[in-house]
């Protein structure tokens, strides 16, 4: 996708280093790049009941006699995945990168730190706040690309698909938010573009930090990205993205990846997931926006065979839902809920939880069992390369659950 990608530089600074070893008589083994990491949010609370639905816990019926996924076999029933959860039927696409072993659910998980507001529950989830109080204006990913040294060149680390940076890349050096990477250009009549660029560049080089770094950053993410052609991207071994904004933001994801441009990490929202009435599990709203989701993540995943040991994806969203149906035929804020987590890396085909049970509920919430930093502290550690997990996550000690190879 460009002249010299960085795996052909990489090949070649490794030959000459493996001639320099031989010359030497001394062994220097490469270590593994981290992991490119893939954010998804899908914000508005994603109705995980739903989703991987605990069809074995016969509670489940009782709390949702009309909006429950049935056990398997029966009309709208799960798609087995271990005798106890089961996927929607909206989401059967996600049984591919599962059986392949390559998915795997986490289940009863959230932050402890939510609220019931979204916007306020979604920034304390990536700004891996310890609690509701905690003062914290960077983001967790932020965090650790500033404690680490770059992949690349360093002229473009992150990257929010939208037009807001998220709030898990705050603070984050070398980001920006890019709402279609395939058409980011410098704006205005293409014959002025030059002359304006110049006056612009020579402005912000007298500026303080951060407008210096931030204006330098987006010229070099600019000349970067058109440097590609994103735009013609095929992909490959005949997936498929949906017609839509998600399906494009992955298929640019998708192309992104495979350039090698130094990209560590890919944030992307998918909203809409608020279903307080008419919330449709087996033919409405909720099963069109799980088939959108589970077709898209699975074009990713054939898209990107080749590419599977250099990234890991996550799914994440700012809270669950309530385990009792409404009224109005669906479901209000909650807390526990099930994340998504995928890649080469991954120790798939399970659902990962200690499931607490929806008899004796107490306040209606499904009870958060494991901590999503649990998942993400390993993540860091493992896949990302970064063994000093404590700054990343204040206040709190990840336990690892063997998630990651």
Not at 211 to 230: K, P, V
Not at 309 to 316: D, G, P
Request: charged share 15%; aromatic share 8%; net charge negative.
């Amino acid at each position: 996708m460009h002249d010299l990608s960085r795996r052909e530089f990489l090949a070649a600074s490794g030959a000459a280093a493996l001639a320099a070893t031989r010359a030497t008589g001394a062994a220097a083994p490469a270590a593994p790049p981290p992991d490119v990491l893939i954010l998804v949010f899908a914000t508005g609370g994603l109705d995980g009941l739903t989703a991987v639905a605990p069809y074995g816990d016969q509670a489940l019926y009782a709390h949702r006699p009309n909006l429950a996924v049935r056990p398997p076999g029966q009309q709208f029933g799960a798609i087995d995945l271990d005798g106890f959860f089961g996927l929607a039927p909206a989401a059967a696409p996600l049984l591919s990168p599962y059986s392949n072993g390559h998915l795997a659910v986490v289940h009863a998980t959230g932050s402890p730190a939510a609220t019931l507001s979204h916007f306020e529950s979604q920034r304390l989830i990536e700004v891996g706040a310890p609690s509701t109080t905690a003062q914290i204006q960077d983001g967790w990913v932020a965090r650790h690309i500033a404690a680490t040294p770059p992949v690349g060149a360093g002229n473009l680390r992150a990257m929010s698909i939208g037009h807001l940076t998220a709030s898990a890349l705050l603070r984050s050096p070398a980001t920006l938010p890019i709402p279609d990477p395939a058409s980011f250009a410098f704006p205005g009549a293409a014959q002025s573009a030059a002359g304006r660029r110049a006056l612009l560049e020579d402005l912000y080089a007298d500026a303080d930090d951060p407008l210096r770094g931030a204006a330098s950053s987006t010229f070099e993410g600019i000349d970067l990205l058109n440097s590609l052609d994103l735009a013609g991207y095929v992909p490959e071994h005949g997936a498929s993205y949906p017609a839509t904004g998600f399906g494009a933001a992955m298929r640019n994801t998708a192309a992104l990846l495979k350039a090698e441009i130094g990209l560590e990490c890919i944030h992307v929202t998918y909203g809409g997931w608020d279903h307080h009435a008419q919330m449709g599990p087996f033919n409405g709203i909720l099963a069109q926006m799980l088939d959108r989701l589970s077709r898209t993540l699975e074009a990713f995943y054939v898209d990107t065979q080749n590419q599977l040991s250099r990234y890991t994806l996550v799914v994440l969203s700012e809270f669950g839902r309530r385990v009792p149906e409404n009224g109005s035929f669906g479901t209000d804020h909650g807390e526990g809920n099930c994340m998504f987590v995928m890649g080469g890396s991954v120790r798939g085909g399970q659902v990962m939880t200690q499931w607490p049970g929806l008899g004796n509920l107490g306040n209606g919430n499904l009870p958060i069992t494991i901590d999503y930093r649990d998942v993400l502290g390993e993540l860091v550690a493992k896949r990302l390369r970064n063994s000093d997990v404590g700054p990343i996550f204040p206040d709190f000690t990840p336990t690892f659950r063997g998630l990651f190879v």
